[in-house]
């Protein structure tokens, strides 16, 4: 069973950082890609930087120079850095990551429960 899990959410004041991280574990053939969304209430989910497990990246218009994506592909783990946070950067941050856990079957897409950032203005 593949579990991703979350932490480093938090309640900070505007133009702060925090640091997420999200460990993957339990069956693990392979770790392909992983990445970070989020989503606001009432709002629909929306990605917010996704890593392939060569380290090439990609993230939304809006995160771009204030938001880091990294990974420790020996740890099974993925990172976000979050610096100059915004009040509108309040959401819940979803873990996602595309795992086989055997040969035998094929790749699926994994989420986290998620952890709640909350920036205060």
């Known amino acids: 069973q593949v579990q991703l899990v979350e932490s480093g959410g938090g309640l900070v004041q505007a133009g702060g950082s925090l640091r997420l991280s999200c460990a993957a574990s339990?069956?693990?053939?392979?770790?392909?890609?992983m990445g970070w969304y989020r989503q606001a209430p009432g709002k629909q989910r929306e990605l917010v930087a996704r890593?392939?497990?060569?380290?090439?990246?990609n993230y939304q218009d809006s995160m771009k120079g204030r938001f880091t994506i990294s990974r420790d592909n020996d740890k099974n783990t993925v990172y976000l850095q979050m610096n100059s946070l915004k009040p509108e950067d309040s959401a819940v941050y979803y873990c996602?990551?595309?795992?086989?856990?055997?040969?035998?079957?094929?790749?699926?897409?994994?989420w986290g429960q998620g952890t709640q950032v909350t920036v205060a203005s």
């Open positions: 996602n990551a595309e795992i086989r856990e055997t040969v035998a079957v094929d790749t699926r897409r994994y």
């Open positions: 339990g069956s693990i053939f392979s770790l392909n890609a």
């Open positions: 890593i392939s497990s060569g380290g090439s990246t």
